[in-house]
C-alpha cells in the first residue's frame, strides 16, 4: 500500500504515476487495484475500491489532472506549479473503474453498542458515498 493523491472523474478514479515504478510495474502484471481512502479524525471512516486500472502515457488531459490534483492536495495557490512538476513525459494518467466499494463510518463511534456497526457495501459507482442525504451512509467524501 503506498499514498496517493486521486481525484474522481464521474464514476472514475484518477492519479498519476511515474512509468518506471513499481506501482506501475505491478498495475502492468495485473490492472486489478484496491483503493483505500481513510479519515484519520475520530469517528474514522474508510472506503475501499477494487477496480481495474488503465494507464495511458502522453495523456492530453495529463497536465490538467496533475493541475487538478496539485491544487486539491496542496492548495489552489500551488496548484499549476505542482501540475507542471508532475506533468512530465515519464508519467502516466491512471484511471480507476470501480467494481466492488466498501465503507464504513463512524467506527469509534461510542454511541454504537457495536463498534463499527454502520457500514455499507455498495456497487461499483463511487456517486452514492458523495451525498450526505444517504441515510445508510450519512458522510461525506471529500471529492
Do not use: Q
Amino acid at each position: 500500500m503506498i499514498p496517493i493523491w486521486f481525484d474522481l472523474d464521474d464514476d472514475t478514479f484518477v492519479f498519476t504515476a511515474g512509468e518506471t515504478t513499481v506501482k506501475v510495474r505491478n498495475m502492468r502484471r495485473d490492472p486489478r487495484v484496491s483503493l483505500c481512502i481513510d479519515d484519520e479524525e475520530p469517528p474514522f471512516h474508510f472506503v475501499l475500491v477494487d477496480g481495474t486500472a488503465e494507464m495511458t502515457a502522453d495523456d492530453p488531459d495529463l497536465l490538467y489532472w496533475a493541475t487538478r490534483l496539485g491544487g486539491r492536495y496542496m492548495g489552489a495557490e500551488l496548484a499549476e506549479s505542482y501540475g507542471r512538476r508532475n506533468a512530465v513525459p515519464s508519467e502516466l494518467l491512471v484511471r480507476v473503474t470501480p467494481e466492488k466499494i466498501v465503507a464504513r463510518k463512524n467506527i469509534a463511534d461510542l454511541s454504537n453498542r457495536t463498534l463499527g456497526s454502520d457500514s455499507r457495501v455498495a456497487g461499483g459507482s463511487p456517486r452514492g458515498l458523495r451525498s450526505v442525504d444517504d441515510p445508510t451512509l450519512n458522510w461525506r467524501w471529500s471529492a
